[in-house]
């Protein structure tokens, strides 16, 4: 009898060590995945951080898929406590690209897939951005058009800059990209 006891406590005090652990890993993790949710669209990560030195112009590379737009600059997005994604695709079944040949330096504006856009020559540079004064990677392309490549990382490619008219209006100048397969 005592046995079955000693059994039953025994038991007892393991599971409330196991529940009680539990719900220490649970809280924890939901701490976590509170605060990547900032960087998080459409399960695709916002890339955080801008590059600090030269990125091969190589990685850009091949079609990128808009999956996010951010209305503010860079420096506004990286102060906002809870971003928000203001991108919204018209069209339809498709998806938004732009694409890059970066062996010709051109690349193809924001499209939908089906539709064709021109070519546009651009030059890419690492070193004093004239419109933001600061030392970074960016590509001319136009007289005075200047996109800011924030980074490249995985998947994802974060520019700056009024790179699609139509969403430069309402104050967009942060785009999300990732690789289309």
Not at 73 to 98: L, M, R, T, V
Not at 109 to 126: L, R
Not at 150 to 176: D, R
Request: a positive charge.
């Amino acid at each position: 009898m005592k046995k079955i006891i000693l059994l039953f406590i025994a038991s007892f005090l393991l599971n409330s060590c196991v529940v009680s652990t539990a719900a220490k890993v649970v809280k924890a993790t939901t701490k976590v995945a509170y605060k990547g949710v900032k960087g998080t669209v459409k399960g695709v990560s916002w890339v955080v951080k801008k590059a600090k030195g030269k990125i091969n112009e190589d990685r850009m590379d091949g079609t990128w898929k808009l999956v996010g737009i951010y209305n503010g600059s860079y420096e506004n997005f990286q102060k906002d406590e809870a971003p928000d994604n203001s991108f919204s695709s018209e069209c339809g079944e498709d998806f938004e690209s732009i694409v890059f040949n970066t062996k010709r330096h051109r690349f193809q504006p924001i499209h939908c897939n089906k539709e064709k856009e021109e070519w546009v020559d651009y030059d890419y540079e690492f070193g004093k951005n004239p419109i933001t004064k600061e030392k970074e990677n960016y590509f001319k392309y136009g007289a005075n058009n200047y996109v800011t490549l924030v980074n490249i990382s995985g998947n994802t490619m974060v520019l700056e800059g009024s790179l699609v008219p139509a969403y430069s209006f309402s104050g967009a100048k942060v785009y999300l990209f990732e690789k289309a397969r």
